[in-house]
């Protein structure tokens, strides 16, 4: 199952770089995560964004 990211309206493509949903899949494809990681990456926001990483764990 793929892993989808979710991207919010404020992102988006300009100046000839991907948009947000292609530029994950080719994030998805060229680095070697495993399904469990990239779903992490996915679900991880920086905390000054008001955000909490929704897999806990404190590694």
Known sequence: MPVHLRATRS???FDGHPDPQAFWQVFCKQLPFTETELERIAG?????LGGTDTHGGDD
């Open 11 to 13: 992102e988006g493509a």
């Open 44 to 48: 991880n926001t920086a905390p000054y």
